[in-house]
Nanobody, 126 residues
Framework: QVQLIESGGGSVQAGGSLRLSCAAS????????MGWFRQAPGKERESVAA??????????ADSLKGRFTISRDNGNGKNTVYLQMNSLKPEDTAVYYC?????????????????WGQGTQVTVSS
């Protein structure tokens, strides 16, 4: 069982930055690929970024490349995945979720992930 706790959301003006964190319980964090998803009101939950268990492979949604960076800290007991979001736009407004997959390889599919955090709200104003 993995518990995920997100933090770092909030309100920011367009062009600003936020860093989301997702702390995971458990001692085998590096065995799990991690993903960040987001869901805007009235829209489907979509994949934002993902990272392999080792951190050596990453994925970004095409529209977010160059603005968002996913990373993870498997060491020192931190067990945390991050999403650095720069040059934020109003269309980035959504609830952001982190998810853990019981596989070292990432996926962009929601149903490939076994554990989900509670979500953190990101609001970008123009």
């Amino acid at each position: 069982q993995v518990q995920l706790i997100e933090s770092g959301g909030g309100s920011v003006q367009a062009g600003g930055s936020l860093r989301l964190s997702c702390a995971a319980s458990g001692r085998t964090f590096s065995s799990y690929a991690m993903g960040w998803f987001r869901q805007a009101p009235g829209k489907e939950r979509e994949s934002v970024a993902a990272i392999s268990g080792s951190g050596g492979s990453t994925y970004y949604a095409d529209s977010l490349k160059g603005r968002f960076t996913i990373s993870r800290d498997n060491g020192n007991g931190k067990n945390t995945v991050y999403l650095q979001m720069n040059s934020l736009k109003p269309e980035d407004t959504a609830v952001y979720y982190c998810a853990a997959r019981g596989d070292k390889l990432w996926s962009t599919k929601k149903n490939a992930y076994d554990y989900w955090g509670q979500g953190t709200q990101v609001t970008v104003s123009s």
